[in-house]
């Protein structure tokens, strides 16, 4: 399956999907609370543009996270996706603009900590996580 016809698939599912509709059971790795850090390599600088999770909070049954903004939201659906190994999610709170695309990310799960992506057109910056528990 090629990057077009993923991300139609995500955005689709996103916009079809019901409040708190689940596609797959979220995999235990995932589970816990999360502090997340972002990756401000040379280029445009979208994680000053877009909101973010800088604290991430996975349950089985809901995903919690706080902006860099100080704000909190629960997104209404989100999905785990097998094949990709990715836990999938979009942003919950109002953008800056009513044009604005609302980002989505792709979290996945290496070595006790959370690899992201920020999505929306196309791909602006990764974010890194690692659990708010001493390990």
Not at 6 to 11: E, G, K, R, S
Not at 72 to 80: E, G, L, N, Q, V
Not at 108 to 122: A, F, H, N, P
């Amino acid at each position: 399956m090629n990057m077009t016809k993923l991300l139609a698939w995500v955005f689709l599912s996103l916009l079809l999907s019901g409040p708190g509709l689940v596609f797959a059971d979220i995999p235990e790795r995932f589970i816990g609370t999360w502090i997340m850090e972002v990756d401000t390599s040379p280029g445009f600088p979208w994680w000053d543009q877009i909101k973010h999770p800088v604290r991430l909070s996975i349950t089985k049954d809901a995903i919690n996270f706080d902006d860099q903004a100080g704000c909190s939201c629960t997104p209404k659906a989100f999905f785990y996706d097998d094949e990709l190994d990715a836990l999938v999610f979009k942003h919950c709170l109002p953008t800056k603009s009513d044009l604005a695309f609302t980002p989505f990310y792709r979290m996945k799960s290496k070595d006790r900590k959370l690899v992201g992506e920020v999505w929306t057109y196309k791909l602006l910056f990764k974010l890194y996580g690692h659990s708010e528990q001493k390990q």
